[in-house]
């Protein structure tokens, strides 16, 4: 049989255990790709109602948590991360670079936005980034970037389904800007002003795909796009040159995290429901379907 899938985990959770999660998420979406470094403390939930295969195995973060799941009336512990099956994950194992072959990374002429911030790129593959994360307050056409400091504001997004573009920095300090960039929620990536200058665009979820695949999939390439320093460990070689930096989120509710730890970009794609895919870097690359109203960073890439 099949593993257990998140959305099962996440029923059999008791109320006060499901929201150990930064902000209050309401689906099992955002559980399985929080990207944690270790996990130490034990949960053990009886799944009684749970039939699986003696040789199923599953992995699930839980906010520096190692989840134990009890199997055919035997307890195992479940301590290899990141390894949760999602039936609509997108495949990582096609046209993948091989390990050991030079990855191709050639600087390119820098660009502008409307507000006059300079970003440098960098091709990689057949591919051209932005090296920096995006910092803009305004659109092509010059339209102000509405700024959300307050948290309950912010949340109001959410309560309403307003639907409103925004962007913070991260725990509203604005000094964050110029290293890590701007948080943007999902509807000011997406929005009809315009977010990119001419001739760039939001990487839909298949360009992630693409970059992932070239620096040798999801499991390696995020050594390869992580910038070498502000990183709690010490092995990234960002041998693609694109430098991410882990500048940290903000979810629906207005509530920061990760900074430190994960980088989190958008894509340009919804998903199947009401959310949309992103990028998570930490341990790995992830690929990840988020509410709307939360604020990552962006990276733009060349059409």
């Avoid at 593993?3 to 150990?20: G, N, Y």
């Avoid at 999660?21 to 790709?33: E, K, L, N």
């Avoid at 979820?205 to 620096?215: A, M, P, T």
């Avoid at 990028?279 to 939360?294: A, R, T, Y």
């Amino acid at each position: 049989m099949a593993p257990i899938s998140c959305s099962d985990i996440f029923e059999l959770l008791p109320v006060h255990k499901r929201t150990p999660f930064p902000g209050d998420y309401r689906s099992h979406r955002d559980i399985h790709a929080l990207p944690f470094w270790n996990m130490t403390v034990t949960y053990r939930i009886p799944l009684k109602s749970i039939v699986l295969d003696e040789t199923s195995s599953i992995g699930l973060h839980i906010k520096k948590k190692r989840l134990d799941l009890k199997l055919l009336q035997k307890d195992v512990a479940l301590t290899q991360p990141n390894t949760v099956s999602e039936s609509n994950a997108p495949p990582d194992n096609t046209n993948k670079a091989d390990a050991s072959a030079a990855i191709n990374v050639v600087p390119q002429a820098p660009m502008s936005d409307i507000d006059g911030n300079n970003y440098p790129t960098v091709q990689i593959g057949t591919q051209i980034w932005m090296m920096e994360n995006l910092k803009t307050s305004h659109f092509r056409d010059g339209s102000v970037i509405p700024e959300i400091e307050d948290k309950f504001a912010w949340r109001n997004i959410l309560a309403t389904n307003a639907q409103s573009p925004a962007w913070c920095c991260y725990d509203r300090d604005v000094s964050m800007n110029s290293t890590y960039g701007k948080l943007y929620n999902w509807y000011a990536v997406t929005n009809s002003h315009q977010l990119c200058p001419v001739g760039w665009h939001v990487p839909t979820k298949s360009d992630w795909i693409v970059l992932s695949n070239y620096l040798g999939g999801d499991e390696t390439s995020a050594n390869h796009l992580r910038g070498q320093i502000l990183w709690p460990n010490g092995n990234n070689d960002n041998s693609s040159g694109f430098n991410a930096l882990p500048s940290g989120c903000r979810d629906g509710n207005g509530v920061f995290d990760y900074f430190g730890r994960a980088a989190y970009f958008w894509s340009s794609t919804p998903d199947e429901n009401t959310g949309a895919w992103s990028v998570i870097l930490g341990f790995k690359l992830i690929q990840n379907d988020d509410s709307k109203e939360h604020a990552f960073s962006v990276r733009l890439i060349k059409d």
